[in-house]
């Protein structure tokens, strides 16, 4: 394939790819850009195999992995539920970074095969990108791991420091610093080699410090890193396409972090350096104390829906895991034949994700016009007569607004005790992922209905 029609490819490719995030800016047409997506990755993947132009042998194993590589994502993401997308989007996260460090890896003992040199004589700019490409995509495989293991449950999700932390990873990023400088000044392979350890290893740093609260930024701001990590290789590889996604991901994934931490009242340096700041979680949840609660059943949540003129829906973590959505959209359109107005606030961390509950109402087929967002609802609680939390904890914790000591002090959360009554659907009085007891459990208008979040909203139902 001519040098030309790859570029102009690319450029295809790199438009189909804005037109991605343009699309999967908003629920209605996210689909769509789904779509463009695909296609552009399609087209990319389609060029840089045509470009090569040499079929030799060697195109048979790169076909056999291609093969392999895209059965393995197309099962798992097919066989996935919604409740371990977070986890999912980490493991890819790895993946991109580790990809990027492989790549480098083979261009820093290979240069000749990337046109970039001869090993000790690697182009001085080829050597700053792929190394580059290597920290950041170490950072982002070691970072994605233990946010991976975070989220599944298998590590803890409180804050894990230790005194000096903080120095130790200013150290640490100052080191690579000087590691860059030297290896481009020696092209030493024992200085390569240090490193991408060290980057692997403050990646690991970075991320343990950071709270259950801050996971959703996580997730994010490891998008932007897997993003910048595939735009340096993509330099290093002189791939258009490979610069033009990396770009794209990279900076919709800072700006997406950004927006994240305004909306969480963090500051986002502050997150991304590790969880400056994070206070101790684990014994805040563990000295609460004994208070009395009201619970109720279906039959009593069904008699307050059924006098009630307004009902706000507050969805959270608890209504995936116990894949509720299509229940409490049953249960809603009973509601509205009974001339009920309904609502949904979706707070913009609530699940392990950014956009978690969007997907999940859009999955239900719930009306995009009844879904609103923290700022545009927070106001209609106080004239509501039932507030429903299915599954929903830290984000509807008052004590983000009461208690400078949480580690969700400051936090913006729905403000659902202000509504009449509040129906909060839950297995126990267990903290959230955050770690902390939620004040509105305590409540004198709150009503407890512990149960499966399906099994609960189904006999609200029946009894409406």
Excluded at 74 to 86: D, S
Excluded at 217 to 234: D, E, F, H, K
Aim: charged share 10%.
């Amino acid at each position: 394939m001519s040098a030309n029609l790859s570029a102009i490819l690319y450029l295809v490719s790199g438009v189909l790819f804005i037109l991605a995030l343009r699309g999967l800016s908003s629920p209605e047409t996210s689909r769509q850009g789904n779509l463009f997506g695909i296609i552009g990755m399609v087209i990319a993947v389609t060029v840089t195999f045509l470009s090569v132009g040499n079929f030799s042998s060697g195109f048979i194993y790169v076909i056999i992995f291609l093969a392999i590589g895209g059965s393995i994502g197309a099962f798992i993401a097919y066989r996935i539920p919604m409740t371990a997308m977070p986890e999912l989007v980490a493991g890819f996260h790895s993946l991109v970074g580790l990809a990027a460090v492989f790549v480098a890896i083979s261009a820093f003992i290979n240069p000749s095969a990337f046109n970039l040199g001869t090993p000790g004589n690697i182009k001085l700019a080829s050597l700053i990108e792929m190394a580059i490409g290597a920290a950041v995509g170490a950072i982002t495989f070691s970072g994605s791991v233990i946010a991976f293991l975070k989220l599944q449950g298998i590590m803890s999700g409180a804050p894990i420091t230790f005194k000096g932390q903080h120095l130790l990873n200013a150290l640490l990023l100052i080191l690579i610093v000087i590691l860059t400088i030297y290896l481009c000044s020696t092209q030493s392979s024992n200085l390569f080699w240090i490193l991408i350890a060290i980057s692997f290893l403050i990646g690991f740093l970075i991320i343990i410090p950071i709270g259950g609260a801050d996971m959703p930024v996580v997730i994010s701001m490891l998008n932007s890193y897997s993003g910048w990590a595939a735009a340096g290789i993509g330099f290093t590889l002189e791939n258009t396409a490979l610069i033009i996604t990396g770009a794209l991901v990279g900076s919709s994934g800072a700006i997406l972090s950004y927006i994240m931490c305004k909306g969480m009242n963090r500051s986002f340096f502050n997150v991304i350096l590790g969880g400056f700041g994070a206070t101790d979680q684990t014994s805040q949840s563990q000295n609460k104390e004994q208070r009395p609660v009201k619970s109720g059943n279906a039959d009593d949540a069904a008699f307050l829906m059924k006098n009630a003129s307004s009902v706000i829906i507050v969805p959270g973590y608890g209504m995936a895991v116990a894949q509720a959505q299509h229940a409490l959209r049953e249960m809603v359109d009973t509601l509205k034949k009974n001339d009920i107005k309904v609502s949904y606030a979706i707070h913009p961390v609530a699940g392990r994700m950014p956009g978690h509950m969007n997907v999940l109402l859009a999955e239900a087929n719930v009306p995009y016009d009844e879904v609103f967002e923290l700022e545009e609802i927070n106001n209609d609680f106080a004239n509501a007569d039932v507030a429903f939390v299915i599954g929903a904890n830290d984000v509807t914790n008052p004590v983000a607004k009461t208690d400078p000591q949480s580690p969700i002090y400051g936090m913006p959360v729905l403000d659902v005790e202000k509504c009449k009554s509040v129906l909060f659907v839950k297995r126990s009085l267990s903290p959230g992922y955050a770690g902390i007891d939620n004040d509105l459990f305590y409540k004198e208008n709150t009503l407890m209905l512990f149960a499966d979040a399906k099994k609960m909203t189904e006999d609200i139902t029946k009894n409406l």
